[in-house]
Antibody, heavy 122, light 110 residues
Framework: QVQLQESGPGLVKPSQTLSLTCTVSGGSISSGSYYWSWIRQPAGKGLEWIGRIYTTGSTDYNPSLKSRVTISLDTSKNQFSLRLSSVTAADTAVYYC??????????????WGQGTLVTVSS | QSVLTQPPSASGTPGQRVTISCSGS????????VYWYQHLPGTAPKLLIYRNNQRPSGVPDRFSGSKSGTSASLAISGLRSDDEADYYC???????????FGGGTKLTVL
């Protein structure tokens, strides 16, 4: 059973960089044809896809966030990470990591982390 | 403003059948599969429907999905109190080269 767990600071100051890590257990992050995504939900709003990374390290980002987002992979630790720069209060949200088998496999985000709340405030 | 459009709320009484709509465009729903997620506050979203109308193992057949053109629907029959949650549609958008979600529909069981 694949499990994902987000970790990182719960409070980030405006203009700084938000950094989160997702640790994957129950399977190797580098095996299989999977993408690994970050998704967020601001309070009172809907889900927003941030971006994803493939096992090869290639990435896709939401165009609205692309200039500020970096997603990376650490296969030795079975983790992938999110960095979001120049944050503002609008980036306050619950951040989820999720596994995505890809558009061709078309099985949706089948495994999710429990989510972690990140608040941007001075 | 979400790329996919859902009604903000829906409601029904126990045992009833309710449907939730999701409207998109030719770059997303019209050309790709639709997915539905159930989200209870404080928990991880759960995949309910993939490939328009397929249920993952463990999802009851009370949940069904359909798609026609650039719109899709999620139907829940035999409504139960524990179906009360937020429901999101999602799909791949070819123009944006990314996943897009609907704004979510809050389902209330009266």
């Amino acid at each position: 059973q694949v499990q994902l767990q987000e970790s990182g600071p719960g409070l980030v100051k405006p203009s700084q960089t938000l950094s989160l890590t997702c640790t994957v257990s129950g399977g190797s992050i580098s095996s299989g044809s999977y993408y690994w995504s970050w998704i967020r939900q601001p309070a009172g709003k809907g889900l927003e896809w941030i971006g994803r990374i493939y096992t090869t390290g290639s990435t896709d980002y939401n165009p609205s966030l692309k200039s500020r987002v970096t997603i990376s992979l650490d296969t030795s630790k079975n983790q992938f990470s999110l960095r979001l720069s120049s944050v503002t209060a609008a980036d306050t949200a619950v951040y989820y990591c999720a596994r995505d088998p890809g558009v061709v496999a078309a099985r949706g985000f089948d495994y999710w982390g429990q989510g972690t709340l990140v608040t941007v405030s001075s | 403003q979400s790329v996919l459009t859902q009604p903000p709320s829906a409601s029904g009484t126990p045992g009833q059948r309710v449907t939730i709509s999701c409207s998109g465009s030719s770059s997303n729903i019209g050309n790709n599969f639709v997915y539905w997620y159930q989200h209870l506050p404080g928990t991880a979203p759960k995949l309910l429907i993939y490939r328009n109308n397929q249920r993952p193992s463990g999802v009851p057949d009370r949940f069904s999905g359909s798609k026609s053109g650039t719109s899709a629907s999620l139907a829940i029959s035999g409504l139960r109190s524990d179906d009360e949650a937020d429901y999101y549609c999602a799909g791949w958008d070819d123009s944006l080269s990314g996943w897009v979600f609907g704004g979510g529909t809050k389902l209330t069981v009266l």
